[in-house]
């Protein structure tokens, strides 16, 4: 039911969004069924090696068996609070020093070279210095994940601050604003889909930080099965465990942007 007022054509109109809304995602499952459907089909028919490249079927059989050992519960929640807190850091500290970077500028122009250099460098090479540092526990690789998402949250969140308009700066100055009420009415509002974007790229960065730092030192978690699937060539186990990943972070992705509409309309 359409409210009152609207005319047939705009009716029209949004039956048409909303049709093209459902061919869309009946598409997108169509995709992941045919895709999944591919695959067991190339496995059975011997396209595929199935101890290489695993199967669908195979998989299903080993997530059973995970959550008949109670195993799997363990490995995901590991590696879920992992990535949730590196993200939360990772994202928090970022807009903080692009914050900061903003506030002053002579400290951003000290500090921009640096930022520059430290996103070329591969912080994945910095696992083991992390590992020395903190120990072989959850705080390394927490501090993996937050290094790769980190430069780049600050870099793209003040590339934000910088674009915002000029001319409602200079208009809300005029009021008498302070550098707060400017930050807070006029930079962070205007910032927010460019910070949602680094959101949602931090989404990624932060499952690659936690999975590589569990590669180097975990007792337990997805990244923890991946490696150990790899040395005793249960090929099964590795690619249960990616699909795992791949599920958690899609539903991650979406809570992201679904956060982001949610506080896009106050905007």
């Known amino acids: ?30 995709l992941v069924i045919s895709f999944f459907a591919l695959w067991e089909t190339a496995t059975r028919l011997k396209w595929m090696d199935p101890f290489i490249f695993s199967s669908p079927v195979r998989m299903v059989s080993t997530i059973a068996r995970l959550i008949e050992e109670g195993s799997i519960f363990l490995h995901i929640w590991t590696t879920l609070w992992e990535t949730v807190v590196g993200f939360l850091l990772g994202t928090l500290i970022g807009i903080l020093i692009a914050i900061v970077l903003w506030v002053s500028m002579t400290i951003s122009k000290i500090i921009e070279p640096y930022l520059v ?21 959850p705080a390394s690789i927490i501090t993996v994940a937050v290094s790769i998402s980190l430069i780049v949250t600050v870099l793209e969140v003040y590339t934000g601050f910088q674009e915002a308009d000029p001319e409602k700066i200079r208009l809300v100055k005029s009021f008498g604003a302070s550098n707060k009420q400017v930050l807070t009415k006029v930079i962070l509002p205007s910032s927010f889909p460019v910070m949602m974007s680094a959101l949602k790229v931090n989404v990624g960065l932060s499952w690659v930080g936690v999975i590589v730092g569990e590669f180097l030192v975990s007792k337990a978690g997805l990244g923890y099965l991946i ?16 699909l795992i990943l791949s599920v ?17 309309k106050k905007y």
Do not use: C, H
């Open 248 to 264: 958690l972070a899609a539903l991650m992705y979406f809570g992201v942007q679904l956060l982001g509409k949610r506080i896009g």
């Open 227 to 242: 490696v150990y699937g790899g040395q005793v060539f249960q090929l099964d186990l590795v690619m249960t465990s990616v």
């Open 1 to 30: 039911m359409y409210p009152e007022g609207i005319s047939e054509e705009q009716q029209k109109y949004l039956k048409r969004i909303k049709s093209q809304k459902r061919f869309i995602l009946v598409m997108r499952i169509l």
């Open 117 to 137: 250099v430290a996103n070329a460098l591969p912080k994945i090479a910095l696992g083991p210095v992390f590992i020395v540092w903190l120990g072989a526990g």
